[in-house]
């Protein structure tokens, strides 16, 4: 069965940094483009950035280019998300899912627990 672990989360001060991980199986990893989403409360989930399955092409939401940095480690079927300058708008439940490609975010798979990310001074 698929399962998808997101972990590192933390309270952290704006200005700060994180690195988030996500711990992926139950599937074949290399097949699939990998995403972050967030979701703050009452709010829509959000597509955070995208990795194409080779590790070479990324895609980033415009609030966070130039800030994160998303990678994957085929090896160990990881992804992670390196959270620079991080801002109090930041704040919310961080996922990860595979997608449907790299230029389409459908999730596809159920979605696992998140990380929580808070950004507060």
């Known amino acids: 069965q698929v399962q998808l672990v997101a972990s590192g989360g933390d309270l952290v001060q704006p200005g700060g940094s994180l690195r988030l991980s996500c711990a992926a199986s139950?599937?074949?990893?290399?097949?699939?483009?990998m995403s972050w989403f967030r979701q703050a409360p009452k709010k829509e989930r959000e597509l955070v950035a995208t990795?194409?399955?080779?590790?070479?092409?990324?895609r980033y939401a415009d609030s966070v280019k130039g800030r994160f940095i998303i990678s994957r480690n085929n090896v160990e079927n990881t992804i992670s998300l390196q959270m620079n300058n991080l801002k109090p708008e930041d704040t919310a439940m961080y996922y990860c899912?595979?997608?449907?490609?790299?230029?389409?975010?459908?999730?596809?798979?159920?979605w696992g627990q998140g990380t929580q990310v808070t950004v507060s001074s």
């Open positions: 990795i194409g399955g080779n590790g070479v092409s990324t």
């Open positions: 139950g599937f074949t990893f290399t097949n699939y483009a």
């Open positions: 899912n595979a997608v449907r490609s790299y230029f389409d975010y459908r999730n596809q798979f159920s």
